[in-house]
């Protein structure tokens, strides 16, 4: 099918860019609509037909009291925290990249929309979603912090590359806004002892914004960056010096430089462990007991781009097979 | 009584499980997944007949990997002994729901179960790192762990109580046995303030392993006195015990709880709500956010009733569930059913369910498992009908009850799962999101095999 008959059979709810055909629905109704043309047509959207979900750019509501707020899935996540600071909340630390991910982006894509919680957990930092199928149905979950009833439908969206359902706004998990920051600078006479004790401060309730880490001569340093409430900051950093010295750690003294390279990978504790070996700077960011977002030289799932999937193929092909 | 199943089987190996699934499969026979049979919501009820997939065989448990702080266990294993084992070890998953004694690993994931220490460690959605399945394909899942590529397969699993698969192991997360523990208990003029402090508390980035919130009459119940321990087995009780009290309660019940608008309005006359908090972990972290808690308490007006409230609790935390076999004996009815909100919902469900309730059973509720953004709520509910009436009242309190919840802005279920009970509450709260549940039930069950008639499928 040619790209005329295409825009001619979406009409106004698309619009022609340098980069190609977009398909920009204004709300759940028309984005159905438009799956429902495309599937007519054979056509797969965001192949011959880009999605923008620029309409869906707004924080609609806050509320106070549970820590959460309902934005729409275009918004970049960098303008989203700077509309949240004036009602005293963050999204949290997130890495650069991140940033610069709309919140469908992140939610889709390879981070999958997870953020660190205590006791080094991960968790969405969506509470609920409002998203199409690709069969053209809604899906809206609960808005409820944790569930029993059934599956938990939000993971056919998170992280699944909007292939069998695509979010059009999101609940999301916030944080009051930190009340205190505090840099906590060890070294470790081994890159296992850090990352040991990095692990048990994380077990024991330490929920750091960021950390960096280097092997400097035959040391290993660690700065750990803490936000947070302000006696929670200082709880977290004597649980961090608490678990030092068992490990043969001590106060370390100069500031550590940025890494080289700004690319973002997910990986295991093993595979952190191994690029400091190799003498890599890395920041760590959405650290927890299962690994961490990391910048700099390290092997893990790219961030960047989209990866072959592990498993779930086969669910987004076989069972909501559809123009997605 | 349950409708039984046609046959139970009792394969000791994932490939039995398989093996089992495949025969079911040609012969369009239902399979039921069947763990220890704690569930209160009819998950387990062989309403088709079929085959019961009886799991406790499946009951090794994997040596813990100390570097990444996971243990593997098999779908079969108790949850008492998976704790006593790791605990041997200097290690715990955190995991004790009050069915401990009863429920199997597998149970927890079929039906996202959460344990008493929740606030801290989490559900059991939060502590499995991968799943190993037979879904209803007959096919063999396991699930990766992070870091990968796609949408969370065991995430679409758990919580499907064996309506698209049957587990047979997770890799779970472990922690160490904790350093220390600190203990409190306080009373707060009213439910309200209590709901505050927690609310106030997760914000402040404190995260007690329990927190339970009394409503009033709840914590006349709970008292002061120091819990009962018995060395005596029921069969050897006094007669006073054994017979005589239980014929009074048989003829009182009627009277009093068969009257329970009288009841609940007494209950108005009671304000104080008590607060249960225990803190764990690295010992001197424990005490230092014990001590936080207690300024920020104690600024919202609670009065401190040091570490016995909590103490207690610990102590006889598995013995109410033990209790509620009394109240039928006595001819009479209760129940419990649970639900979640987002703290701006919380009070005003609590409110619209006593008040929807009130009428028909006399209402209790605590509230625990608290995140930063809401918490659960613990509705038990007493009663006591006409004779041949029984189960008319029963189902209509739970249709009553539920509805009032959900029109207030609280979930299905936090933590006791769906089973029949729930299943047209479920259905109709995932509006067109039904679709993709029946979606996910035709593609890892195509031929409906697997536990028919659960969450409504």
């Not at chain 2, 990997?65 to 041997?88: F, H, N, Q, W």
């Not at chain 2, 610990?314 to 039928?328: E, G």
């Amino acid at each position: 099918m040619s790209s005329s008959e295409l825009r001619h059979a979406l009409g106004p709810m698309c619009v022609d860019s340098p980069d190609g055909l977009y398909a920009c629905p204004r709300s759940a109704r028309e984005l159905t609509e438009v799956l429902a043309v495309l599937r007519a047509h054979g056509v797969a959207l965001g192949r011959e037909v880009k999605l923008s979900r620029g309409a869906f750019d707004r924080l609609e509501a806050v509320e106070p009291k549970s820590c959460t707020v309902l934005a729409g899935a275009g918004l970049v996540l960098a303008d989203l925290e700077r509309l949240l600071h004036p009602h005293a909340f963050t999204l949290g630390t997130l890495s650069p990249h991140a940033l610069t991910l709309t919140v469908a982006e992140f939610l889709e894509g390879p981070y999958a929309g997870l953020k660190p919680v205590p006791v080094g957990r991960l968790e969405p930092i969506s509470i609920s979603l409002e998203a199409v199928l690709a069969d053209g149905r809604q899906l809206k979950t609960h808005f409820s912090p944790r569930s029993a009833a059934g599956p938990d439908l939000s993971a056919l969206v998170l992280g699944a590359h909007g292939r069998i359902a695509v979010v059009l706004k999101a609940r999301l998990r916030c944080l009051p806004l930190p009340e205190a920051r505090q840099v906590v600078r060890l070294s470790f006479p081994s890159v296992e002892a850090a990352l040991d004790g990095v692990r048990a401060a994380l077990a024991d309730g330490c929920c750091p914004a960021r950390a960096r880490a280097q092997k400097v001569q035959q040391r290993t340093v660690l700065e750990v960056e803490l936000a947070g409430a302000l006696d929670g900051v200082a709880r977290d950093a004597q649980s961090l010096q608490h678990r030092a010295p068992t490990l043969g750690g001590r106060p370390a003294g100069e500031a550590l430089h940025p890494p080289a390279t700004p690319h973002e990978h997910e990986c295991s504790w093993p595979a952190v462990a191994r690029a400091l070996d190799h003498g890599e700077v890395l920041d760590l960011y959405r650290l927890s007991l299962h690994g961490a977002i990391v910048a700099g030289g390290a092997g893990g799932l790219g961030l960047d781009a989209p990866a072959r999937w592990a498993h779930g193929a086969g669910l987004a092909a076989t069972v909501l097979g559809g123009p997605l | 009584m349950p409708p039984p199943p046609d046959l139970v089987v009792w394969p000791s190996t994932e490939e039995e499980v398989q093996a089992v699934i495949a025969v079911a499969r040609r012969r369009k026979l239902p399979v039921i997944p069947y763990g220890a049979g704690s569930g209160v919501c009819g998950g387990t009820w062989a309403t088709h007949g079929g085959v019961a997939l009886d799991l406790k065989r499946l009951d090794r448990i994997g040596p813990v990997d100390a570097t990444a702080r996971t243990v593997d266990a098999e779908a079969g294993v108790m949850g008492e002994t998976l704790e006593r084992r790791l605990a041997s070890e200097g290690w715990q998953l955190g995991h004790t729901p009050s069915s401990i004694y009863m429920s199997t690993v597998g149970g927890w994931l079929a039906a996202r179960s959460a344990g008493q220490l929740s606030s801290r460690w989490g559900k059991i959605e939060d502590m499995v790192l991968s799943v190993r399945a037979v879904l209803g394909t007959g096919e063999r899942l396991e699930t990766p762990e992070r870091p990968f590529s796609g949408p969370d397969v065991a995430q679409l699993l758990i919580g499907s109580e064996g309506t698209l698969c049957a587990f047979t192991r997770a890799r779970l997360r472990v922690f160490p046995l904790p350093e220390g523990r600190a203990f409190h208990g306080y009373d707060f003029k009213t439910v309200a303030d209590g709901l505050e402090a927690i609310r106030v508390m997760f914000r402040a980035g404190l995260r007690p392993s329990v927190v339970r919130l009394y409503d009033p009459f709840d914590t006349a119940i709970v008292g002061d006195k120091p819990p009962h321990v018995s060395t005596t087995s029921p069969s050897q009780a006094p007669a006073l015990s054994r017979e005589l009290l239980p014929a009074l309660f048989r003829v009182l019940a009627p009277q009093t709880l068969g009257r329970p608008g009288l009841m609940n309005r007494a209950t108005h006359l009671l304000r104080k709500s008590r607060l249960v908090l225990v803190f764990e972990g690295e010992a001197a972290r424990a005490a230092d956010e014990d001590a936080a808690a207690r300024t920020l308490c104690q600024r919202l007006g609670a009065v401190s009733l040091g570490p016995q409230p909590a103490e207690k609790w610990l102590a006889s935390r598995y013995d109410v569930s033990y209790r509620m076999s009394k109240v039928f004996e006595g001819g009479a009815f209760a129940d419990t059913f649970e639900v979640a909100a987002p703290w701006e919902r919380v009070y005003e469900v609590y409110q619209k369910v006593r008040e929807a309730v009130a009428a028909h059973a006399f209402v209790l509720c605590h509230f625990s498992h608290a995140y930063l953004e809401g918490c659960s709520l613990y509705f038990s509910f007493v009663g006591a009908a006409p004779l041949g009436q029984e189960r008319e009242r029963y189902e209509s309190i739970w249709r009553i009850a539920l509805s009032a919840a959900q029109s207030a802005g609280a979930n299905v279920s936090h933590h006791h799962g769906v089973g029949l009970l729930k299943a047209r509450a479920l259905q109709e709260s995932l509006g067109e999101g039904r679709h993709a549940l029946k979606m996910l039930k035709d593609f890892f069950d195509p031929d409906g095999i697997m536990n028919p008639g659960k969450l409504g499928l």
